[in-house]
C-alpha cells in the first residue's frame, strides 16, 4: 500500500468505519461493560454535533473564549536566514491556555455537558491537557480529576499549579515508568468505577471507537482556517504542511484540511537520544502493529510485546503508540513520517526564539527542527508548520540542561 505521498486517498472521507476502523487500526477493544457507554457516546456525539446549539455553543466559545482563529505566521527572518523554502506558522499556540488541545477539550466538556455527566477524568503528558481540561471545567462548572505521571509532575511544575488553581483535582501516578502511558491506564481504571457519570476525556487522536473520531473533528477547525488563511495570503496551498506526532491531535487537526490536496503531509517523531529503543518515542518510525489502550494500532514494544518505555525531551509526545488514523495514512504511503532528536529539537526551540520572537512549546520545537531540515532539501517550495504550543512551560527544563546549546544556534 504505498502512494506518492502528495496523492489523495480516495476513501479517506468514509474513514473510520462504523466501528471506527481506518482500515486495519482502531476500532474499540474493551471490556463489555465499556462497549455499552462508548455505543452511548457515540451515538450521542453523531446527533449533538450536527444539532444547531451545539455548533452555537462551540463556535461562540472559539472565538470569544478561546481567540480563534489563530493567525498564520510568514518567518520572514528564519526564512531569510536559510536561504531557501518559505516557512509560516500556523500558530495554535496563542489559543487560551496556549496549547491546540483546548480545542477539543472545550469541545469534549461541551458534549459531556450535553450528555449530563458530573465529572470530566483524564490523562496529561505535559500537562497542557490537564491545564485545558481544567480550564474547560472551570468554563462550564464541571469537576475535573486529571491523572499524571510522577515524573511528569516534577518536570512540568507550572502546569501543576495552574491545573490545582482552576480547581481541578490532580492524580500523581507512581507506578512504571511515571509518565504518559501509566497516567492513561490510571485514567482508564478511574473512569471505569463510574462510567455512566462521568466522561474520560482522552487528550489526543487516540483510544478506543469513537474518541479519535471526536478529537479528529474537534481538531479540524485549525486546518480549515490554515488552509484558507494559506490561500488568502500567497494565492495557493502549501507544498508541505508539517506537525508533530505524539498521539497525532494537532497533526490530523491541520492534515484533514489537506488531505484531498496536492499537498506533501508531514508527521514528525521525537528520535529522542537515538533509535535504541527506549531512548525515543518514533512509533511509526520503528514500531509494530498492536493493541494498546483499546485500540489497534502501530506501537513501541518490549522484548515481551508489552508496551516499551519512551524518551522525549518533550512531555507531550512521550508515548510508545500512536492514533490509528496516523497508523493508517503513513502505512497507505498518504502521509510521510520524519524524525527529530532532542537535540536538533532544542536548537530549533532556540533559533525560532531568537529569529523570530516566537518560543515553542518543546513538542512543536520538534516540527521546527524537521522544518529546517526540510527547508535545505526543497529550497523552492513553501513550509507549513503547526506551531501546536507555547513554550513558556519548558524554559525551566531547557535553560537547566541545555543552556550551552543556546549560543550554538
Ligand atoms: C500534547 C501536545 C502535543 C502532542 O499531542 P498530539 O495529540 O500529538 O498533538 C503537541 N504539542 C503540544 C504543544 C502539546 O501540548
Known sequence: MTADPATPLPSHRQQPDAKGFFGPFGGAMIPPQLQQQMDEITHAYHRICRSHDFIRELRSIREHFQGRPTPVYYCKNLSQEIDGARLYLKREDLNHTGAHKLNHCMGEALLAKFLGKKKLIAETGAGQHGVALATAGAYFGLPVEIHMGAVDIAKQHPNVLRMKILGAKVVPVTFGAQTLKEAVDSAFQAYLVDPVSSIYCIGSVVGPHPFPLMVREFQRVVGIEARAQFQAMTGELPDNVVACVGGGSNAMGIFTAFLDDPVRLHGVEPLGRGPTLGDHAAT??????????????????????????????????????????????????????????????????????????????????????????????????????????????????????????????
Do not use: C, Q
Request: aromatic share 8%.
Open 284 to 409: 511509526l518510525t520503528y514500531g509494530t502493529e498492536g493493541v494498546m489502550h483499546g485500540f489497534n494500532s502501530i506501537m513501541l514494544k518490549d522484548a515481551k510485546g508489552e508496551p516499551a518505555p519512551v524518551h522525549s525531551v518533550a512531555s507531550g509526545l512521550d508515548y510508545p503508540s500512536v492514533g490509528p488514523e496516523h497508523a493508517y495514512l503513513s502505512r497507505s504511503g498518504r502521509t510521510i513520517t520524519g524524525t527529530a532528536t532532542d537535540e536538533e529539537t532544542v536548537k530549533a526551540f532556540f533559533r525560532l526564539s531568537r529569529s523570530e520572537g516566537i518560543i515553542p512549546a518543546l513538542e512543536s520545537a520538534h516540527a521546527v527542527a524537521y522544518a529546517l531540515k526540510l527547508a535545505k532539501e526543497r529550497p523552492d517550495e513553501s513550509i507549513l508548520v503547526n506551531l501546536s504550543g507555547r513554550g513558556d512551560k519548558d524554559i525551566d527544563y531547557v535553560m537547566e540542561n541545555y543552556a550551552a546549546l543556546a549560543d550554538e544556534t
